[in-house]
C-alpha cells in the first residue's frame, strides 16, 4: 500500500498533468471499442478490436511514458512513474498474448487440427506461464535485478513448491493428459480396472467425477485414473452391443428356434434394426442346445431395460410356439423317442387363435378362412404403403415388421415393431382409407391375407364384429403421438375422447359395410 501511495503521490506532484491526456484517450477507446464488439454478432468484429488493442495499448504506454519525460519533475518522481509505466506494459503485453492464443490458436488451429476445443487446462496452464515470463521480465528489465539471481531464486521457488505440491501437480499433469488424448469425456459410461463404474460428470485439473448407478459420486483422483485401464461403454460411438445365452431343448428343430429369436429380437423397440441381431447355435454338443443372440442398444444404459423387454419377447415367442427354456440337463435318456414333427397351422386353425375373430362361430370362421389367402413375405419387402388404397388386412402368423410414417420433414421414422397375432392395414379394409402407415418386414413373415370381399357377408351377419375391429383401430392409434397430441389438445376428458373416436370408427365401418 505505501508503494501504491509513493506512486500516485509522484505521478500527481509532476509539473504538468499532460499525462491526463493519453489516459483520456485510452479509456475513450475501451469504452467505444468494447460497445461495438458486445453490440456486434458478426465474429470477424471482435478479431478487429483484439488486432485495435495490441496497436493502441503498447502506443499507449509509449506515447505516456513520452508525455511523463517530458513534464520533467525531480528524478525520483520520474523514475518511479516510469519503472510503474513499464511494469504495467509487459503485463498488458501478457494480457495481449493470452487474448492472441485464446483467438487464434485454441479456438481455431486447435480446433481444426483436432476437432474439439483446447482443454482449459492446457490453456491456463499457457496463460500462467506467460504471465510468469512477464514477471521475470519487469524484474530484470525494469527493476535491474541480475538475471542470474531471478533464475536462482524463481529455480529454488520453483522446486519447493513442487516438492510441497507433488501429488498435486501429479494430478494437474495427468489431467492434462487425459484431456488431451481424451479416452473419455463428459456424458460416457466407463469401466475402470479397480471396478469403478459410472458416467463421467465432471474432469477436473485434480480429479475425474463419476456418477453411480446408485445416484451417489466417485471421485477419482487423476493420477490413479490414467494409470488403470479403462473400458468407454460410449466409444467410438454410443451404440452397446450384447451377447445373450438361451438354452432350449434339443429336441425342438435349431432352425426353428433360430427363427423364433430373431423374430423375438427384432419385434424388441429398444434392439435396433441396423445392424440386424444376430442368432447363432453356439453348443450343439449337449442337452439343452445354446443359442447366443447379439443385438445392440442405442446406448449402455439403454441395454438395463432393454435386455428385461428382449428376455420377454424371448419368451412370449418361444411359449406361443409351445417351446420353452431348458435348464442344463445331466440324466441320460434311455426311451426310445417317437420322432416329432413341426405342424404348420392351417389359415382356419390361426384364424381361430385370434380374439378378432372370438364372436364368430366355427362355420363363420371357416368361411373367413375360405376367402383368406397365406402369404409370405421376405425382409425389406414392403407389405403395406402409406398412402396408398387398400381392401384387405394382414395378420400375421410369423415373423416381425416394422411400422413407419413420414415425418413433416419426409423422413421415415420407426412408429412401432410387430409380430404373431398382430394385425396390420385394417383401417383401410375397414373404412376405405388410404393406408397410414409403411408395414416392412424385418424377416421372413408369414401373413393371412383377409379381404373385404370375403368379411363383408360376415360383418352383415354379425354387426358386433365391427367392435372388435374398431377396438383394434383404437388400440393402434393409441400407440401414436399424433393421436395422443390430438387427445391432449381436446376440450373433452380422454375417456370421453376415446369413446367418442370409438363409435365413430364403428359408424365408418358400418357405413362402409352398408350394414
Known amino acids: 500500500m505505501t508503494a501504491v501511495y509513493e506512486l500516485l503521490r509522484s505521478v500527481w506532484s509532476l509539473p504538468s498533468h499532460s499525462w491526463l491526456i493519453p489516459v483520456g484517450v485510452l479509456l475513450v477507446y475501451l469504452l467505444v471499442s468494447r460497445s461495438i464488439r458486445n453490440r456486434a454478432e458478426a465474429a470477424w468484429v471482435t478479431t478487429v478490436v483484439l488486432l485495435a488493442d495490441v496497436i493502441v495499448v503498447p502506443l499507449f504506454f509509449v506515447s505516456l511514458d513520452l508525455v511523463i519525460g517530458a513534464a520533467g519533475g525531480a528524478l525520483s518522481q ?29 479456438q481455431r488451429h486447435f480446433v481444426r487440427t483436432y476437432g474439439r476445443e483446447a482443454p482449459r487446462i492446457l490453456q491456463h496452464i499457457v496463460a500462467i506461464g506467460l504471465y510468469f515470463v512477464a514477471f521475470a521480465i519487469i524484474l530484470v528489465v525494469v527493476f535491474e535485478r541480475q538475471a542470474g539471481s531471478v533464475l536462482v531464486s524463481t529455480s529454488v521457488l520453483v522446486g519447493v513448491v513442487g516438492l510441497a505440491l507433488q501429488n498435486v501437480l501429479s494430478d494437474l499433469f495427468s489431467g492434462i493428459s487425459l484431456t488431451l488424448e481424451r479416452p473419455f469425456t463428459v456424458g460416457d459410461w466407463v469401466r475402470f480396472a479397480d471396478g469403478t463404474e459410472g458416467e463421467v460428470t465432471d474432469i477436473s485439473w485434480q480429479a475425474i467425477y463419476l456418477k453411480s448407478f446408485n445416484e451417489s459420486r466417485f471421485v477419482l483422483p487423476n493420477r490413479t485414473a490414467s494409470g488403470m485401464a479403462v473400458h468407454n461403454y460410449s466409444k467410438p460411438n454410443r451404440i452397446y452391443a450384447q451377447w445373450f445365452e438361451v ?46 443372440v447379439y443385438v445392440r442398444f442405442n446406448d449402455f444404459p439403454a441395454h438395463f431395460s432393454g435386455r428385461t423387454e428382449l428376455y420377454l419377447n424371448i419368451h412370449t415367442y418361444l411359449t406361443r410356439a409351445g417351446i420353452g427354456t431348458a435348464s442344463v440337463k445331466y440324466e441320460v435318456a434311455t426311451e426310445s423317442m417317437p420322432e416329432r414333427s413341426l405342424e404348420v397351422p392351417s389359415v382356419e386353425e390361426e384364424l381361430r387363435r385370434l380374439d378378432l375373430f372370438s364372436v364368430l362361430d366355427d362355420e363363420q370362421v371357416t368361411r373367413v378362412a375360405e376367402g383368406a389367402v397365406s402369404r409370405t413375405f421376405y425382409p425389406d419387402d414392403v407389405i403395406v404403403e402409406e398412402g396408398t388404397k387398400g381392401s384387405s388386412l394382414f395378420i400375421i402368423t410369423s415373423g416381425a415388421v416394422q411400422v413407419t410414417k413420414q415425418s413433416p420433414k419426409k423422413a421415415e421414422v420407426e412408429v412401432t415393431r410387430l409380430g404373431a ?95
Not at 431343448?249 to 427363427?259: E, I, K, S
Not at 429369436?261 to 445354446?290: F, Q
Open 421 to 515: 397375432g398382430d394385425v396390420i392395414g385394417e383401417m383401410s379394409l375397414l373404412t376405405g382409407e388410404p393406408r397410414t402407415a409403411t408395414v416392412t418386414a424385418l424377416v421372413p413373415v408369414t401373413a393371412i391375407e383377409v379381404t373385404k370381399e370375403s368379411l363383408a357377408p360376415i360383418l352383415r351377419e354379425v354387426p358386433e364384429l365391427s367392435d372388435k375391429f374398431a377396438e383394434v383401430m383404437l388400440d393402434r392409434r393409441l400407440e401414436t403421438e399424433e393421436f395422443l397430441k390430438t387427445m391432449r389438445r381436446s376440450d373433452q376428458a380422454a375417456s370421453d375422447f376415446v369413446s367418442d373416436y370409438l363409435e365413430r370408427l364403428v359408424r365408418r365401418t358400418r357405413r362402409f359395410f352398408r350394414l
Open 247 to 292: 438354452h432350449v431343448d434339443a429336441r425342438h428343430d435349431p432352425v426353428t428356434v433360430r427363427q423364433l429369436l430373431l423374430e423375438a429380437a427384432l419385434g424388441c423397440a429398444p434392439v435396433r434394426k441396423s445392424p440386424s441381431p444376430t442368432v447363432n447355435l453356439a453348443d450343439a454338443s449337449s442337452n439343452p442346445y445354446v443359442y447366443t
Open 78 to 106: 520520474t523514475l518511479i512513474v516510469t519503472r510503474a509505466i513499464w511494469a504495467v506494459f509487459f503485463v498488458a503485453i501478457a494480457w495481449l498474448a493470452v487474448r492472441l492464443l485464446h483467438r487464434f490458436l485454441w
